[in-house]
């Protein structure tokens, strides 16, 4: 598929959630100096009893992290039904063929993967929604316990 310009081919609005942090002020400033600002919502921090709803309100999720220890916001998401867009890197490249990845860190990429999944048929969004729901089931509150216990027995 050809580069499109997204805000003019998928008019969604984009919500960027999470508190300020460290190198944040470059979004901020992008966001203004691309005078996109009415299409751009900055939420803030999301309280955990929040975050279901607005996960399944969502078209997608984006989580273009570099840096990711393991990508609860990707099993929230999935847990939820909403499509996600990733980094193929640090611990969210084992996400497989159950989201769209993209490899690189430029913006063309990122933009290209968002415009991939926004572009599926009812069909492959569908079929990439059951995929991520059977990889994502494996990971469990009372899984992850177990295997803490077990970790602490043999240390024991």
């Known amino acids: 598929m050809a580069q499109s310009d997204l805000r003019r081919d998928f ?17 901020f400033t992008t966001v203004s100096r691309l005078a996109i600002a009415d299409g751009v919502h900055f939420i803030g921090e999301i309280p955990p009893a929040d ?3 607005l996960y399944c ?6 989580l273009p ?3 990711e220890g393991f990508g609860l916001p990707v099993l929230e998401a999935m847990r939820c ?8 890197n640090s611990s969210l490249q084992e996400i497989g063929d159950e989201a769209v990845l993209f490899t690189g860190n430029t913006a063309e990429e990122l933009a290209g993967s968002i415009e991939e999944l926004l572009s599926f048929s009812n069909h492959q969004r569908v ?9 994502e089931q494996q990971f469990t509150w009372d899984k992850t316990a177990q295997q803490t216990i077990e970790v602490y027995k043999k240390m024991l």
Do not use: C, F, M, N
């Open 51 to 53: 975050l279901r709803p």
């Open 57 to 62: 309100a969502a078209e997608l999720l984006v």
């Open 81 to 88: 039904g909403t499509p996600v867009v990733a980094a193929r």
């Open 11 to 27: 008019p969604v609005r984009l919500a960027i959630a999470g508190a300020r942090g460290w190198l944040s002020d470059d979004i």
């Open 65 to 67: 992290s570099l840096y």
């Open 127 to 135: 079929q990439l929604i059951k995929k991520a729901s059977h990889w």
